[in-house]
């Protein structure tokens, strides 16, 4: 049942080309952010101008990478915690309006947030969070909730119930029970969630567009606003330089968790 | 909270009490949850409701009661059905493409080896990328100034020279279509894996035994095995193809003409765009909502019916 | 950066909203409420940070303005610049979350419905106050008066003229000084560039997806004419006359030329539409005088040179689109009295001399514009003769942004139409256009 050698080599050539695909527009844009474009600051040479342009847009880089660093620690914690909590109590205790709970919680992902964007507008300057970094990271924390707390229900319902159950005699209680025994457990799928809510919070823009003053913007929004910033020239050359800065944190991360990642959906996804 | 506990019948009050206990806290557990919810998610979305019954401009304010005015001005707008169309081409092809390639690729890259990781890591690196930066990034690589693709399609004689992929209505649907695909393969071919990896081996190593060919295994053992899996991801594919927008903001902003204007943009160019009423946007937003509630219930119908 | 000086900007903010509140209370709505008869005639300077946002357009010039006055005042500006596109949408979120700027500026044909829908200060006593108001463009001024109720006042004045590029024109054999004197050299000469025939030079250019750079390029030619493009009220389009017709004519035979106008021009979003003249690759087109600042620049450095002229319609006399943005204090500032003094010290003529006369940009004074430019480059003065002659005009409907601006307005689709498509639907189009004007 061996393939023959040949058939190999060319699959290998073939997977080869196609990972090559999915990589060369991420190399490209690292590429050309330093390579010499007309219509950027970038004329003459490779050099880092292109990044000069992008420091000192506006506010400055460091201000929108401060809102962009607060918004995503903001969503990653809640993310993690009101995920495992609800995991856990979805998966763990019979009562009634569990299911219910659990519904209405996945129906979130059936909703536009561009449609309730309107409202919130409207509601959050009625609760005082209109243009505040909280108000951004809760939203995109809510947007988070359908696919993180189905991550952690799956990965509560696929520990023994044996396991708490011997804490308890243990005399721990429920919550003990969660933090000492069972969090170590599901940790990896905690890292996902977490990882799933910093690549949401650390991309998003729709959501600050709306929900955003100018001194609250993060990166991803003052990128898409410097795209446009003269009428008739596009500064392609700091807009990828943007992209850059934007995908560096994410793809750093997302390499080093990887492993976390996939087996954090994989313990997820074993009670699909 | 409502704690509600069966009555309890004699010699069961230990087991009830154990019951309210669990409830409890069930309950608190899930509480910041239900806050979430709650205040951010229904409060909305009640709201939702009354902006689209009412007179609401976007620099005006709430200016009282109209229904079903905005829900006639909606149905009676001109790019409504075309927007609707637009946007069900766009799922159908997108859903289409991102299910093969993630089910093809995930069987490329199922068997954990060295080389395999690479591909695996290369496949799913884009999906680290935001949509709205995934979306900047093509937009400059679409741009007849400093991006190759036009380069590369006129060299082989496809397009004008200088024009953008991005200048009719269908290759513009294309290009975003290319976008989207570059960006969600990995993350599919990640669902898809999991879903192959939760069939037993053994049925493999079986059908192989009885000499079955690679086309046979695949037609009566993974295809069957994975319906889950696979509707699990038509279910998150849809929805999201349905509520597309970002994509189109940045690339298109609904032209050439309105040819790409999905009904998300319809909805944010009512709200902020042409009619800048939030009234109307309401209204639409509630007809989509109500859409896809149907269409998600209908596709987990399709779901529930097969792990039984 | 959140320490000592944000707890104390937001005492400050809490303290100044306390004290407004009576203030709004007394105001009532629509037509904008805070403005009081407090304010001195010429404002408030006493070091208070005032906000103020712009389009990007005028991100060159709106620098300009805000370094002088922050140079000369104790008062700061801050100035926020919002994309061309974006600028509804945020100044229609703004608005719902009370988060305007102090002082708004915006493109001034979308003034009259930001005015009629309350985002702006009644400040008709202060603009009546100033003593020179008979010398400012009046445009900009109208756009923002609702009933009688004054609410703007010119901030950047953006106006359109021909411009061609007279490298090309020598290639071509034309007369390099000669520019269009009506539609029909205006025609002629892009079809002589166009016959070049080199690579990537095209005759002329066009916005194709641009509602806002159609109207800013096309209709100054109708109103040279003594033709309209709407009925008095702005509630009807009149883009059926023969006027108009000749313009899209024009434009339909250099589209059926080969490279008649330049590549993507029906495609073209308005985000790029100044870039191919300014590289050197358009012969003659109509262009915003903002953007010449540039081209004056790279000229003077080396580029090639262009020539300016006034927009002529068929009979050969002139008119201009009277753009840019008007400004206003927003229904949310906090600091009326020291926008006022932003608002009041802009006007001066001195200021208008120092800041736009002195750099190369167009002034919104008439009287600066009259005297300021005696050394200024003979082009510019050209540019400003436009202003000075009173032809220019600008449009004004509450529904011009739904008609003519946004992305795929009916005007889009009546240009397309006729331009690159079949070319017979012009009455119904117009009809498409005052469907919209009309409700």
Redesign the interface.
Known sequence: MTTPLWKRVIGRILQAILALVFIAPLVWVIVSSFSPQPGSAQTDGWGVNNYVTLFNYQAGLPAYLFNSVVISLITIVLSVVICTMAGYSFSRFEYPGRDLGFMVTLSILMVPYASLLIPLMVWYSQIGLNNTLVGIGLVITLFQLPMSTFIMRNAFDAIPRELEEAAMVDGCNSLQALIRVLVPVVKPSMVTVGLLAFLEAWNNFMIPLYLAGSDNTPLPLAMVNMRQQTMGVIDYGATEAGVVVLMIPAAILFLALQKYYVKGFTAGAVKG | M????KQPSTGQMRKSKA?AD??R??????????V??VA??F???V??VV?ACSRW?????NRGWNFPENFIEVFSHP?LGQSILFTLEYTVIVTIFLLVLGLGLAL?VQESSK?NN????????????????AS??????Y????G?VTKILSFFGLM?????V???GQSALWATIIVIV?RF??YYM??M???L??IPGELYEAA?MDGASTWRIFRSITLPLMK??IV?CLV?CV?GSI?A??QF??LT??????AT?TV?EL???F??????D?GM??A???L??VA??II?SIQMRGMRDNTK | MVSFNKVTRTLAGIAAAALLVPLAACGGNGGGSTASADIPAEGTDDGTEITLWTRSPLERQAQAVVEAYNASHENQVKLEIIPNDDMEGRVGGASQTDSLPDILAGDVVRIPYWASEGIFADITEQIDGLDNLDDIQQGHIEAGTVDGAKHTLPFITDVSVWVWNKDLYEQAGLDPEQGPTDIESFTEQAKAVAALDKDGVAGSYLAGQSGGALVFKLFPSVWADGETVMNEDGTEATLTNDSFKAVLDSYRELANTDNGLGAGSKEETGATWTAPFANGNIGVMPYPNTSLNDIFDAEASGGFEVGVTPIAGTSGNTSTFLGGDAMGISKDCKNVAQAWNFLHWLMQSDTQAEVFAANGYTASNIETLKTAYEDADPRIQTINSTIIDGNGQTPKSSAFNEAFNAAGSPYQLLIQNYVWGSGDSLEADNQAITDVLAQ
Do not use: H
């Not at chain 2, 557990?29 to 239900?34: E, F, G, I, S, V």
């Not at chain 2, 900047?136 to 690589?141: E, I, Q, R, S, V």
């Open positions: 409502t704690s509600v506990s019951k669990a409830t806290r069930g309950l608190l557990y899930a509480l910041p949850d239900w979430m919810i951010l998610f409060v909305p979305i709201l939702l902006m401009s976007l620099m005006g304010g790019l490329i080389w690479v591909l695996r890591t290369c496949f799913l690196l884009p999906s680290a990328t935001g949509l709205a930066s900047l990034l093509f937009y400059a690589l741009s007849p100034q400093v190759p004008e020279d200088g024009g953008s991005l200048a009719t570059w393969s990995g990640l669902l894996m999991i879903g990896q939760s192989r889950p899996t699990m998150y929805t509520l927008f970002d903001f940045i902003k609904g032209g050439p003409n309105n204007m998300v909805i944010y160019n709200a902020f765009d042409s009619k800048k939030l946007a309401a639409l937003s509630l989509v909502l896809l509630v998600n």
